[in-house]
Structures are given as structure tokens and as C-alpha cells.
């Protein structure tokens, strides 16, 4: 989808649509109060009529019957101010541009009047390209549910803002990246074809790239990685890319310089191995590695703009199958770290893979650990699937993960890591556990992989409720896959490049 910034009377852009935002309870003002007049007053009668009522995700197409030159005005809603924050602006957009689409709207316009403030630019062409995600990708009818707009028209943004909509496209383009990933069957995304995925990304962009398998896993220690993968038929991959954004900006190395890592569980299906899953929810273990997803999107985009910063993306891709030689409860293995861990419940798995995909971060140079993960269905009980839980060992690195936040509208809660809850983490045989662990589930995950970050500035992000939406009652987020945590990881890398510079 092209996005162009004009400065045409909004009365005179030629497009199928025009869209106006609405919140609720408000009345049409400025320049859409001209267009009110054009149409004599229709707009105004159906607010005041409450035929539009500004809901978020409400929208309603006018006829202007040759009036103005758009063939449609397209009434939108943004729900509540109070309600209006990033995450909600994105998503009243995403679901326009799907609207339009299932109208044949080839040109969309969309003009800017209260209450989108002129800051609002990035968070509408973030959710208008997400708007684009088709999860019907493979069905093969003869007629689309809905066609491609081709072009999106801004009025009223300003110009000489080109920049800001190119950034702001990518970001959108790189969510449904990830959430192409997440909707992809399990026996097309396989490890080594997540891999595949890494490395035509990496040859694009001319980066570091290294993908360790079975041979140089055992050699390398990484017991937990190879035990989840040990049902499998299919051989797991320890993915490493890195961007030397320092190098590319011809700066001297320093060895003091921040290293980021992204790190992302790439569970392509999880089965929970010994410990199995119930039938009934298993289908949708296919996107078990949304976190991968979600860092892979988010490298390439910060490989695309030059960031100034060495960031890296490690992905620990393997299946968790409950085949001959699977690992069984009660089983210790030896960490990549050193530390022994006890596998109570075979289910619990992530924190498995991401343990030794820390560890391998940390012996590649990263000084910042940002770990991405459908960890605990516990998260969907502690905050629902309108955000991801957190847990951090730095308070310091968690305000800029949480302003990442603010400004990428990917919402992140942070839970507390209380010294009382570490008693619950010991097994009697090993040095942790990794289930079992009676309460807090999400916090305790996260602790667990907290104990092999070495003191290093360490967050994680619990995506198990947020970056898939099953909940039919909950209508304003959106449905199906999110690419939560996409667009907040390449946020913290762009903050974190101003900061070092």
C-alpha cells in the first residue's frame, strides 16, 4: 500500500473513500464541518440521530452522490478519548483499512481533525498497513473476502514528513511479517525453514549470521535446547544474527558499547512433549514462536535503517513432541550456563530453549537482554490478551523498554520479581526447577530465565495472551495474530541508538 502526504482540500482528493475519525460523544469539527455543509448536513444528522456513535472499530460509508469529489465518506471510530491510547489509535486504523478492503476500495483518503492530534501520523500509518494482514492467505476461492487498497491519502499531516511515513510503514510491514510467521502451519515453518527465514534476511541486509544444529549444540553445552528437541524428528536450530550498527556508522569499536540481544523462543509446535497438551486448543501451538517472530521482523527493519547500535537476534527454533526419545519429567540436565534444571513438567519448555539462548547471547558480547516469549498461559490470567506481562532485573533498562511501549503502541505490564517467590524455584535434586511452582506462574517463568542472565540488564516479555487473540468476547483487540512485541523491540533499539550517540 503507498502512503502519500497531501495538502489538498480534503472536498477535492479523488479516492473511493474519505475516512473521518470520530470518538465517541464527539461533534464534527473543522474541516470536516465543511464537508458536513457539501452534504448538507447528513453527517451531522447521523451523530445527532446516534446512527454513528464513534464506537472504536465502528464504521459507516456515506454516499456523497458527486457532491465532493470523494465517491464515499467513510465515518470511523476511536471509542472514548479517555480510552484513546497507542494501542487502541492502531487498531481503530487496522480495522478502516479492512473495512475498505471488504468494500473494493482500491484509493482510501484520510483526513486529520480532532481529536487526531498532528503526533497521531505514526500510529495511523502503522495500523492502516497492518490493516493490510490477510490471515486467509491459503484459501484458494476464486473471489478475495477483500481486495488491496492500493493507495492511502493523508490530509491535514503536514508535509515534509516522508520520513516519519516510511518508518512508520516499515513498522506495519514488520508486525504482519510476524504475524505471517505466527499463522503459518507447522509443517511449512519448521526450524530449519524459520533458519531459511533468517538467513534470507540476514543476506539482504549483509549480516552476521549463525545458525548452530545438532553436532554444534552438543558441543556448545546447550542440553536444554537439545533435550525439547529431543521427541522431534526434526533437528533443532540455535539462530544468531547481529547487526554491528557501530561498525556501519564508522565509529572505533569501544568495548564498553551497548550490545542488545532480541531474544526469541521459537517453539514451531509444541505438543508439550511426555507432558501433552489436551487435544482441544493444540492446533494453535502452531504459533508457538511468536517471540522468534517477532524478533526476526524486528532485526530486519532495525537492519534496514542503519541503527547505530550492535543489536542481535538469537532464536532458539525447535518442536517439543512427545516422540520415543523425548525427554521425560523427573529427567536433570545440564544448561549451557553451568546450572542443573530439573523437568518436572515437559510442558514448560520455553524457559528451556531461552535459558541456553541467553547463555549463547552472553557468550557472543550482548550486554542488554530483551528475552519475547508465548511463555505461561498463566499471562492470559494475570492481564488478558489486551497486553504482554513482563518481569525485569533493571529498572533502568525497563523505563526504556517501557517507553518503547508508550511510543510503539505494543502495550508491556510489569510484574514484580519479589525475593520471596526465589524458594520456589529449588528443586531437592538440581538447582531449579522448571515448573510446579504452586503460584505466580507468569512471574516465576520469567524468574527462571531471569537466573541465567549474569546480572546483565535483563527484561522479559510473556506474549502467551497478547500476541494471539482467542477470546471472541473481546472485540476491541484485535482477533488472531498480533506480532505483539514487533514494533516495541524496534523502538527500545532506536532509543537505545539515540542514547549512545
Excluded at 465532493?68 to 478502516?96: C, K, M, N, T, W
Aim: hydrophobic residues 45%; negative net charge; charged residues 20%.
Amino acid at each position: 500500500m503507498r502512503v502519500t502526504l497531501v495538502a489538498t482540500a480534503p472536498a477535492d482528493i479523488s479516492v473511493d473513500g474519505l475516512a473521518i475519525p470520530v470518538a465517541t460523544g464527539q461533534r464534527l469539527s473543522g474541516s470536516a464541518l465543511d464537508l458536513d455543509k457539501a452534504l448538507g448536513g447528513l453527517l451531522s444528522e447521523l451523530l445527532a440521530n446516534a446512527e454513528f456513535k464513534g464506537r472504536i472499530h465502528e464504521v459507516l460509508p456515506v454516499p456523497t452522490h458527486g457532491r465532493i469529489a470523494p465517491r464515499r465518506v467513510i465515518l470511523y471510530g476511536l471509542g472514548a478519548i479517555r480510552d484513546l491510547d497507542g494501542q487502541r489509535l492502531r487498531s481503530a486504523h487496522h480495522e478502516l483499512v479492512r473495512a475498505a478492503r471488504t468494500y473494493g476500495y482500491k484509493r482510501l483518503g484520510l483526513m486529520r481533525v480532532e481529536p487526531l492530534g498532528i503526533d497521531t501520523l505514526t500510529a495511523v500509518v502503522e495500523g492502516a498497513v497492518m490493516g493490510t494482514f490477510e490471515r486467509r492467505s491459503r484459501q484458494t476461492g476464486s473471489q478475495p473476502e477483500r481486495v488491496d487498497v492500493d493507495e492511502l491519502v493523508l490530509s491535514g499531516f503536514g508535509q515534509g514528513r516522508e520520513h516519519e511515513v516510511v518508518a512508520a510503514q516499515q513498522a506495519g510491514e514488520a508486525t504482519n511479517h510476524a504475524r505471517e510467521w505466527q499463522n503459518a502451519p507447522a509443517n511449512e515453518l519448521t526450524p530449519d525453514a524459520l533458519a531459511q527465514e533468517a538467513t534470507k534476511i540476514a543476506q539482504r541486509h549483509g549480516l552476521e549470521i549463525e545458525v548452530l544444529g545438532p553436532a554444534d549444540l552438543r558441543a556448545g553445552g546447550y542440553n536444554l535446547l537439545l533435550g525439547v528437541a529431543a521427541g522431534s524428528a526434526l533437528p533443532a536450530r540455535l539462530i544468531r544474527m547481529r547487526h554491528r550498527g557501530k561498525e556501519l556508522a564508522g565509529e572505533a569499536p569501544d568495548p564498553h558499547a551497548s550490545v542488545l540481544a532480541l531474544i526469541g523462543k521459537g517453539i514451531t509446535f509444541d505438543t508439550g512433549g511426555i507432558s501433552l497438551k489436551e487435544p482441544r486448543s493444540m492446533s494453535q501451538m502452531k504459533a508457538d514462536m511468536s517471540g522468534a517472530a517477532a524478533v526476526l521482523a524486528a532485526i530486519d527493519v532495525i537492519a534496514a535503517r542503519k541503527l547505530p547500535l550492535d543489536v542481535m537476534a538469537v532464536i532458539a527454533a525447535t518442536e517439543n513432541m512427545p516422540g520415543p526419545t523425548a525427554q521425560r519429567p523427573g529427567d536433570v540436565v545440564v544448561s549451557a550456563d553451568g546450572k542443573t534444571v530439573e523437568i518436572l513438567n515437559t510442558d514448560s519448555e520455553g524457559r528451556l530453549v531461552l535459558a541456553d539462548a541467553i547463555t549463547h547471547a552472553l557468550r557472543n558480547g550482548a550486554t542488554h537482554l530483551l528475552d519475547v516469549a508465548t511463555l505461561t498461559g498463566a499471562a492470559t490470567i494475570a492481564i488478558g490478551h489486551a497486553a504482554s506481562a513482563a518481569v525485569s532485573n533493571d529498572d533502568e533498562f525497563w523505563r526504556l523498554i517501557e517507553e518503547a511501549s508508550r511510543l510503539s503502541g505494543d502495550r508491556v505490564w510489569r510484574l514484580p520479581i519479589y525475593a520471596d517467590y526465589r524458594v520456589l524455584l529449588r528443586s531437592q535434586i538440581a538447582d531449579l526447577r522448571n515448573s510446579e511452582y504452586g503460584e505466580a506462574g507468569t512471574i516465576l517463568g520469567g524468574m527462571f530465565i531471569g537466573e541465567f542472565a549474569r546480572g546483565k540488564p535483563w527484561a522479559h516479555l510473556d506474549i502467551a495472551a497478547s500476541s494471539w487473540n482467542t477470546n471472541s468476547e473481546l472485540t476491541t483487540v484485535l482477533r488472531g495474530p498480533s506480532g505483539a512485541g514487533t514494533r516495541l523491540c524496534i523502538q527500545l533499539a532506536e532509543l537505545m541508538a539515540g542514547a549512545e550517540r
